[in-house]
C-alpha cells in the first residue's frame, strides 16, 4: 500500500507562488499515475493535475493551465505541484492521490493553501 505525504501549503499573497511536494513510501510502478486534487470548504475535491509515472505526460484543469506545474523525481519517489500566479479562488487543501489502475486508491492527508487577496 503506497503512503503519501504532502507538503509545502502556507499562506500567500495572491499573485505569488508555493509549491507542493508529495512523497511516496514505496516506488511508483510506471503505470501508475500521481495526482493533485483540490476541495475548498463546501464544494467538491476536484482534479487539478496529473502525471503519468512512465513517461511523464501530464493533465491540467483548465483553470490552471499555464500557472501550475506537476513534475516529479524519479529517484526520491517525490511529486511537486509548481502553482504560480495564485488567486484567492485556489484556496483550498491540496491533496496528493495515487491512481494503480481505474481509480485514485490512495490518498494523502492534505496541505492548506491559503491566497490571500
Known amino acids: 500500500q503506497v503512503q503519501l505525504v504532502e507538503s509545502g501549503g502556507g499562506l500567500v499573497q495572491a499573485g505569488g507562488s508555493l509549491r507542493l511536494s508529495c512523497a511516496a513510501s514505496?516506488?511508483?510502478?510506471?503505470?501508475?499515475?500521481m495526482g493533485w486534487f483540490r476541495q475548498a470548504p463546501g464544494k467538491e475535491r476536484n482534479l487539478v493535475a496529473s502525471i503519468r509515472w512512465s513517461d511523464g505526460s501530464t493533465y491540467y484543469g483548465d483553470s490552471v493551465k499555464g500557472r501550475f506545474t506537476i513534475s516529479r523525481d524519479n529517484a526520491k519517489n517525490t511529486v511537486f505541484l509548481q502553482m504560480n500566479s495564485l488567486k484567492p479562488e485556489n484556496t483550498a487543501v491540496y491533496y496528493c492521490a495515487c491512481r494503480p489502475g481505474v481509480k485514485y486508491n490512495y490518498w494523502g492527508q492534505g496541505t492548506q493553501v491559503t491566497v490571500s487577496s
Open positions: 514505496e516506488r511508483p510502478f510506471s503505470s501508475y499515475t
